[in-house]
């Protein structure tokens, strides 16, 4: 198919009042990002980003925005009048724009996330096989009522005698199952010819584009259909519950594709993963995950129970124990992780190193093979291998107003309780005194000691407790 001879329009430019929320009904999220992210997404396999043209109303400048990073093109729909009106407005922006006209526009919804590539390829196909000035994408539900249907000419052909909306049928349509989906390709010339005939004469004082659809049919032109192979692909999202069905629908399908790529993932349906995510073979998820963003995890991996992994990078034969937080990290091979170690955004940690229980890092390297196991802060640091950082161990990174560096050198060992105030480095093969407060640099194979000599006094005790003995009696 040669891709040149379309250009996609995306609308997006509705309030969603059924929501009853602030924010634009496409940005709102399911799978991890907003609904219209995703219908561009879909998109984008199919034309390139500047044959995307996205039609924006309500909260215009927001949406913007937000989808500007995908290279989408924008027409503004300032009132918002109805599916006709919005390509209207598209009408117009040809006309002003310089942009060369398509022969073909493929009309989508932004709401409706779960569109596949495939299927807007197939609109395409069957609109060029058919040499159609309208093609519809239809389904099946269980339940079509309230729907607008889509009426064939014969069972089996794609020829279509009209859209007839749910109110309109005659008694002998109403067991029509077949669906108007809103999605539509259009030969473009043809199209806008048709726009300016639309009327405003019905309830909402709206234009409507499945109109054009009986003026095409009138004309004696072609107008085909094509069914959406999963009903679940045409659904929008008109109030907050209907969208977490969607969200449901987009998650059990990733995990699907996973399981069917080798994932092993127990009690799919506790999971929650993104559609961005992506999981080698042979890794094992358990219940209760949270795999979110653009996270991706290397294979025969084992990522336990209650853990948060968010865009983070995790390599080969990594060990995530139960309850751990990952934001924007990166994780070489044979890592092991926890259980309930936090990793805030720039941590990087080395091959078969060990971050474990209660161990927090934010902007630090971890070398090759170096441990952090028990109750450890490591905040703006750059550790080398092999380095043993022992229980209570802290950075102190922060003076009030700017961050400093840590830098231990590989091969130190770092006793407990001790504290690391930077700027400081330690150098290779140094050893750290338990319950140290180290301020100054310290050299390679030094042992550097930070605290006071301890005092004991023999029988300080006894005596502090014979002389309150002695006072109480008075």
Excluded at 427 to 434: L, N, S, V
Aim: aromatic share 4%.
């Amino acid at each position: 198919m040669d891709t040149s001879q379309f250009a996609i329009a995306i609308m997006a430019a509705g309030k969603g009042t059924r929501l009853k929320s602030k924010r634009p009904k496409v940005l709102h999220e399911i799978g991890g990002r907003a609904l219209l992210l995703h219908v561009i997404a879909a998109a984008k396999t199919v034309v390139p980003a500047d044959q995307i043209y996205c039609i924006i109303g309500h909260e215009a400048d927001r949406v913007r925005a937000a989808v500007a990073p995908t290279g989408v093109k924008f027409v503004l729909q300032e009132e918002q009048r109805g599916t006709g009106h919005a390509l209207q407005m598209v009408k117009a922006y040809f006309a002003l724009s310089g942009d060369r006209l398509p022969e073909n526009l493929l009309v989508l919804s932004g709401d409706v996330p779960l569109i596949k590539p495939e299927t807007i390829a197939a609109i395409c196909e069957l609109h060029l096989a058919e040499k159609a000035a309208m093609t519809i994408l239809t389904a099946v539900p269980e339940d079509p009522t309230g729907y607008g249907r889509v009426l064939r000419a014969t069972p089996d052909g794609p020829e279509v005698t009209a859209i007839v909306e749910q109110k309109s049928l005659l008694p002998h349509q109403l067991s029509t199952p077949e669906i108007n989906s809103g999605i539509y390709c259009f030969r473009t010339r043809t199209l806008f010819e048709k726009l300016d005939l639309l009327d405003t004469n019905n309830t909402h004082g709206e234009f409507y584009l499945t109109d054009v659809a009986a003026m095409l049919v009138a004309d004696g032109e072609r107008v085909v259909a094509v069914k959406a192979d999963s009903v679940d692909e045409v659904l929008g999202a008109n109030t907050i519950a209907e969208m977490m069905h969607l969200d449901a629908a987009m998650r059990l399908a990733t995990a699907r594709r996973l399981m069917a790529a080798g994932v092993t993932i127990f009690r799919p349906e506790t999971t929650v993963i993104d559609a961005e995510v992506t999981v080698a073979p042979d890794t094992v998820i358990e219940p209760y995950v949270q795999l979110l963003g653009a996270t991706k995890i290397g294979s025969d991996s084992r990522i336990r129970s209650y853990s948060v992994i968010q865009s983070s990078q995790l390599g080969d034969n990594v060990t995530v124990r139960n309850g751990c937080i990952l934001d924007g990290a990166t994780v070489a091979n044979g890592a092991i992780l926890g259980p309930y170690a936090h990793l805030r955004p720039e941590s990087k940690i080395g091959e078969n190193a060990h971050v474990g229980n209660f161990v927090e890092t934010k902007k630090v390297t971890l070398g090759k093979g170096s441990k952090a196991n028990h109750l450890n802060y490591l905040g703006d640091a750059v550790i080398g291998d092999g380095v043993n950082v022992g229980a209570g161990a802290i950075t102190c990174n922060y003076d009030g107003v700017h961050k400093h560096l840590t830098t231990i050198g590989d091969g130190v060992f770092v006793g407990s309780d001790s504290t690391l105030v930077a700027p400081v480095t330690i150098g290779a093969g140094a050893y750290i005194a338990a319950g140290s407060c180290i301020t100054e640099d310290v050299p390679a194979d030094a042992l550097a000691l930070g605290r006071t000599r301890q005092v004991t006094k023999p029988g300080w005790v006894a005596e502090k407790r014979a002389a309150r003995a002695t006072k109480k009696d008075c």
